[in-house]
């Protein structure tokens, strides 16, 4: 989105207080170190620090005006646009960008692997549109007007992943957004810690219906028993896709792709059916692929371009990246984050890559709640008789995973940090081993990913 400053300012309910009304701005920054040049710069306040001490510095790096709620000291001539409340003008400016781009907006959620269904669709759909999508996971009620208010004004679909903390908040970007069409990947115990059960996680993903058009359309998880009750009672048109069940678009004969790190099975879409190679890893990750296979489908996209889409893709970092080193060590990187359905798709995927031995690294699983220790003992017991040995834990809670492992006769390992973890881990790998890394973020498990390969020669 771009424009004047003062026709910022009016849609904003402000005033441009100083600087030229005719200075052009584009984008949105919310960090002054993130800035550009060109942007409007919200100081917004926060826990830790407020944005209005940072004024300075966003005008110093090029911001085209400051928003802001107070009087603050700044250059002479410097763009400067006073508002009531800068979070509020924050959404108001989104809403109006809106308006005009961009042309249609897919909203994506689910309690996991929303980031890479948002990859995944963006890559099938710009086969086809001038697609944008937010960077990185800027999916909340700050990082999603950002990013929509930084695409190219001729998007014709936007990709948005959009995310939650607390109920209520879902639907706030819901209604910001206003989404032609909105994915719902699944529901997971994820932020059992903020909302209680399962139930409350699934009503509170059920707010991305808040925002849809009237004519909007659902795409929902045939095999996800809380995502299927929130379809049957949508009233609306629902695109069904799933491994388990009977759907529109699904998934037979999955398997590892012998050839490389991927995944091969067979995609059927209402009456065509087509073999995929996902270059990604996982059954876990051909479900993301399906749910993006869906959307396109709806859309009017070809199989052929679907397929040809999917070939573009990368992995993510920290979303189950294969690392093939050259003594036939695999380190499979799922370090981004953890939660006990997905920890069990990862061991189930990562058990089926034949190795010498196979190595679970397993930091915590946080906001998990009063229940966090049995699900942490549980997931110890499962990797154990999968078949995994050692199996380490990294962090306080992952103290219970290494019980779990120990009770189910397996060998179990147990650091306080990653750090001590990767000190200790990386001279102990064989030839032939699989090693899983996966956990929660604030574990910071990355860190035994970057030991494991640092040195290693061939890795790919």
């Not at 830790?48 to 790096?61: I, K, M, S």
């Not at 009063?370 to 999968?386: C, D, I, M, S, V």
Request: with cysteine; net charge negative; hydrophobic share 45%.
């Amino acid at each position: 989105m771009q424009g004047r400053v003062d026709e910022a300012a009016a849609a904003m309910e402000g005033q441009l207080i100083s600087g030229r009304p005719e200075t052009g701005w584009q984008g949105a920054a919310l960090d002054s170190r993130l800035v550009q040049g060109g942007e409007l710069f919200f100081a917004l306040p926060g826990e830790q620090t407020d944005g209005h001490l940072y004024v300075g510095a966003a005008l110093e790096r090029g911001a085209s005006a400051v928003v802001v709620d107070r009087a603050v000291g700044t250059p002479e001539g410097s763009g400067v646009i006073r508002v009531a409340d800068t979070f509020r003008s924050l959404h108001l400016l989104t809403r109006e960008a809106r308006r005009h781009s961009p042309r249609h907006l897919v909203a994506v959620t689910g309690s996991i692997g929303k980031t890479t269904t948002k990859e995944l669709l963006a890559a099938i759909l710009a086969r086809r549109f001038k697609v944008a999508r937010n960077p990185g996971n800027l999916n909340n009620l700050f990082g999603f007007p950002v990013a929509l208010l930084g695409i190219p004004e001729d998007t014709e679909w936007m990709v948005a992943e959009m995310g939650m903390s607390t109920p209520g908040e879902l639907g706030q970007i819901s209604r910001l957004g206003r989404p032609d069409v909105a994915v719902l990947t699944n529901i997971r115990p994820v932020h059992l810690e903020f909302f209680g059960s399962l139930r409350a996680i699934a009503d509170a993903k059920a707010e991305i219906l808040e925002g849809l058009a009237p004519d909007g359309a659902l795409v929902a998880n045939r095999d996800d028993p809380e995502v299927a009750r929130i379809a049957h009672r949508f009233g609306g048109e629902v695109v069904w896709f799933g491994i388990d069940q009977p759907a529109e678009v699904r998934a037979e004969g999955i398997e590892a792709d012998a050839s490389g790190p991927g995944t091969r099975f067979a995609l059927t879409l209402g009456a065509e059916r087509g073999e995929i190679h996902l270059p990604l890893y996982g059954r876990y990750n051909v479900e993301n692929c399906l749910a993006a296979a869906a959307c396109a489908f709806h859309l009017g996209v070809s199989l052929e371009e679907i397929q040809a889409g999917l070939k573009t893709v990368d992995s993510l970092a920290g979303r189950g990246i294969v690392h093939r080193l050259s003594d036939d060590r695999v380190v499979i990187d799922d370090s981004y984050n953890s939660n006990p359905v997905a920890l069990s798709r990862a061991l189930e995927s990562a058990r089926a890559l034949p190795a010498r031995r196979h190595w679970a690294v397993l930091g915590d699983m946080l906001e998990l709640g009063e229940g966090a220790p049995g699900f942490h003992r549980a997931a110890g017991r499962e990797a154990a008789e999968l078949g995994f040995g050692p199996i380490v834990g990294v962090g306080e809670l992952a103290r219970e995973i290494v019980a779990g492992a120990v009770e189910a006769e397996s060998q179990g390992l147990w650091f306080e940090d990653a750090i001590a973890a990767a000190h200790e881990l990386r001279g102990r790998l064989e030839p032939g081993d699989v090693v899983l890394v996966k956990g929660s973020r604030g574990v910071a498990l990355e860190s035994v990913v970057d030991s494991l390969l640092a040195g290693a020669e061939g890795a790919d």
